[in-house]
């Protein structure tokens, strides 16, 4: 008797199309909420990833153009470029070196590295075997590598790490000299 009473009171609840706008509303709210912020912060991430990629981008491109040595000082503005490109607090990490292609040895060799942050310089031996990151080049070709790490902070941490590293690996030849130069030639 009380399982049938109670089965019934079920099944009109369950048909009742009737409600509270009011109560929908606090159930629904916190789920449109969650949804929204975190479809931003994903919108937000894959924005500074495309924005930093421009700017490394942008430093290969203006390195690729120089016809004189390059020194501390550009190094340095490069990196405040970076910085003010990307918007971001910290300072970025960026590292520029020169490589050239051998095809005696077929090998890729440095001609010279300089980095800023925590990013150390390359050594001969990290680019000696790089055929499968780097682009197939003429004998003595040179290329201009340019890498770049930021520190990003998504503001809302649904789905993404509360410190995200963005880095970027970006290669470019010397358009108005055959070879670019550190502090001399």
Request: glycine fraction near 4%; proline fraction near 6%.
């Amino acid at each position: 008797m009380v399982g049938r009473w109670l089965l019934a009171r079920l099944r009109t609840l369950w048909e009742d199309t009737g409600g509270s706008v009011s109560v929908e509303f606090i159930i629904m709210a916190p789920i449109v909420f969650w949804a929204y912020a975190s479809m931003f912060s994903w919108f937000d991430a894959y924005r500074q990833v495309g924005v930093h990629e421009k700017a490394a981008f942008t430093i290969a491109d203006m390195i690729s153009r120089e016809t004189t040595p390059l020194d501390a000082a550009y190094i340095d503005a490069a990196q405040d470029m970076v910085q003010f490109l990307t918007r971001t607090a910290e300072p970025p990490e960026l590292r520029v070196s020169v490589l050239h292609y051998s095809t005696q040895t077929e090998t890729y060799n440095l001609d010279w590295s300089e980095s800023r942050g925590a990013l150390p310089p390359l050594r001969a031996a990290d680019v000696r075997n790089w055929h499968n990151r780097l682009p197939l080049l003429v004998n003595g070709e040179r290329l201009i590598l340019v890498e770049t790490q930021i520190t990003y902070t998504p503001p809302f941490l649904w789905g993404l790490m509360e410190r995200n590293e963005l880095g970027t690996f970006v290669f470019a030849r010397p358009r108005f000299a055959p070879q670019l130069c550190w502090e001399s030639c």
